[in-house]
């Protein structure tokens, strides 16, 4: 079953989305006690994904804020669509709408004698905007304030730059004096929300020279 879902997966992310994949296991080897599977693979039509078309919406809007057009002839997948809607919602995130959502459908299909090919629509949903209130750390009594504080470069009042934020997040982290970094919000939900980095002290053994760093 895995070496078949392996291969079905495989299939899939280079464009053979209908591909149909099978394994039957035939007679055990009685000297080596190995045990041989048959799979049978029809792969179908490849589907190619020609372009995406892009819409934004703002919360309530009955039309979208922009739309734009991208030319792909790429292999489509779930996989691709997952890399597809990676910098989309980064986009928004960087503007201050955390809650961004994107979903995809597909507007037409065309199959030929050798491939499917289909045109893709993803609806960015941005969700409402949200502006960053007081930044706080927990855990980080190790190192002085003023050292946490210049690994972030948010402010209070702008928009919620979750790209920000995380990349924050990697800075704290690369101090060393840290096991591990995280960054949540308070209120999950609403117009404002804080950014709390939540750090968990090394090992007291690893903390013996690094106690007071920055100070």
């Not at 065309?110 to 706080?136: K, M, S």
Request: glycine share 10%; proline share 6%.
């Amino acid at each position: 079953e895995r070496v078949v879902r392996s291969l079905r997966n495989a299939l899939e992310r280079i464009g053979w989305a209908n591909a149909k994949v099978s394994g039957a296991r035939v007679r055990q080897d009685a000297t080596s006690g190995a045990v041989p599977v048959r799979v049978t693979v029809e792969e179908g039509l490849p589907t190619m994904a020609r372009s995406v078309a892009t819409e934004i919406f703002l919360p309530g809007a009955g039309s979208p804020l922009a739309r734009r057009l991208t030319e792909t002839n790429a292999p489509f997948s779930r996989v691709w669509l997952q890399q597809m809607a990676a910098p989309l919602r980064l986009e928004q995130q960087r503007l201050g709408y955390p809650d961004v959502t994107v979903t995809f459908s597909t507007l037409a299909r065309q199959t030929n004698a050798t491939n499917i090919f289909v045109e893709v629509q993803a609806r960015v949903d941005t969700g409402p905007p949200v502006r960053l209130g007081a930044v706080r750390f927990a855990g980080g009594d190790a190192v002085r304030q003023g050292v946490l504080d210049g690994r972030i470069h948010l402010k209070p009042g702008e928009p919620l730059d979750r790209v920000e934020a995380e990349a924050g997040r990697e800075r704290l982290s690369r101090i060393g004096v840290f096991d591990s970094v995280g960054v949540r919000y308070e209120p999950q939900e609403g117009g404002t929300r804080a950014g709390v980095y939540g750090m968990r002290k090394a090992e007291t053994r690893s903390l013996s020279l690094l106690a007071g760093y920055g100070r």
